[in-house]
């Protein structure tokens, strides 16, 4: 069945503002601006103060929620499912693991280059799978496990195209690209957790994901917003790369911002991104399917790698092409994107059927939005 021009504008939107994220991430790390005071140009290397920025986008769904709620029962016959009133506070410990991991994140993105980081968020695959066995009482399809072993080799080759790649930005030592490697993979434990976490509150509870969504965001840009302060006086020694070498320098972040106001374009561009691609998703799994969702996730990979070879912000490796391929493989199988290509062979038409239910688990894992 093809789509209509409304499900084609929800995926373009999806790919290009899921794409438009990262970029504008890693566009605001590239700026040279002046300090506070006599501070010489260094640096834009602020990922707490672009974790507060995410967070905004997110807290702007919540808004969202309510405008079409509004809307909503402003109309003859109602439509739309608000889900019951909750506890906020059930959305504390998802939004402390959102915060914790994407703050981690950010700082990897100082250190490698954008292509390596979407690649590697692939890492969550793994992670969720063995926390939904271990606390959810899930059991995973063979092909499941075989899409993690997959997604573990991926990795392995998108490292070692990182460890053996003599091209790298004069602004990024290899020390560095490594170590940003392993702190997104780390970052994914985290966020695994908040998936499971999620699922559980969320599908047990029947919250609407933009209000949860919305919700995390709440709390998330609080409570990152008050440990900015004894950020700015814990010092963090080379770890942290603000000329204070404190843990965060948010005024340090304010000054390069209204020095260099193109740093405010990108992380403009950061938080109205992750806003729309929150709606986007949504709308995909909503009108199409979760299975379309997960193509247009993985496809937002290429875009980030195919724009930042155009501006010249990384060089070509044979070897991160084949680590992709591999990833997009584990995805594939573990999210049961094979299972639609399995039933229109007769022989294994029932070998689709057995594995609809489990495949339906993976998806519902992805109903609720990446940060």
Not at 171 to 182: P, Q, R, W
């Amino acid at each position: 069945m093809a789509w209509t021009k409304y499900q084609l504008f929800l995926a373009a939107l999806m790919l290009s503002t899921g794409s438009l994220n990262t970029l504008s991430a890693k566009w605001a790390d590239m700026f040279h601006a002046p300090g506070c005071g006599d501070v010489p140009d260094h640096t834009f290397s602020h990922p707490f103060v672009q974790a507060m920025c995410m967070f905004l986008g997110e807290l702007s769904c919540l808004a969202v929620f309510y405008l079409l709620l509004c809307h909503d029962r402003r109309s003859p016959e109602p439509t739309m499912d608000p889900g019951q009133s909750f506890n906020l506070l059930l959305f504390l410990a998802p939004a402390m693991c959102d915060m914790t991991g994407t703050s981690i994140m950010y700082v990897a993105l100082n250190m490698t280059s954008a292509s390596s980081f979407q690649m590697l968020r692939g890492a969550v695959i793994i992670f969720t799978g063995l926390l939904s066995v271990a606390f959810l009482g899930r059991k995973l399809q063979p092909s499941q496990w075989v899409g993690i072993l997959l997604t573990i080799l991926g990795l392995v080759l998108v490292g070692l195209a990182d460890f053996i790649g003599k091209d790298h930005d004069s602004s990024h030592k290899l020390s560095e690209v490594i170590t940003g490697d392993l702190l997104i993979i780390m970052a994914q434990i985290i966020v695994a957790v908040q998936m499971v976490l999620e699922e559980k509150f969320v599908y047990k509870h029947n919250v609407h994901p933009l209000k949860a969504v919305g919700t995390e965001g709440l709390f998330g840009f609080l409570i990152l917003s008050l440990l900015l302060i004894p950020m700015y006086f814990i010092p963090a020694g080379s770890f942290g790369q603000n000329p204070r070498q404190v843990l965060e320098d948010a005024l340090d972040a304010f000054c390069q911002i209204g020095r260099q106001p193109l740093v405010l374009l990108a992380l403009f561009g950061n938080t109205l991104s992750i806003a729309f691609f929150n709606f986007a998703g949504m709308s995909v799994t909503k009108e199409m399917s979760a299975t379309t969702r997960m193509v247009l996730d993985s496809l937002r990979t290429v875009v980030i790698w195919a724009v930042s070879l155009a501006l010249g912000w990384e060089v070509f490796h044979g070897l991160q092409v084949l680590g992709f391929l591999v990833l997009l493989l584990g995805t594939m199988l573990y999210n049961g994107l094979h299972r639609p290509l399995l039933a229109r062979i007769p022989c294994c038409a029932h070998l689709a059927g057995s594995q609809e239910e489990a495949g339906s688990d993976a998806e519902r894992e992805r109903l609720v939005t990446e940060s």
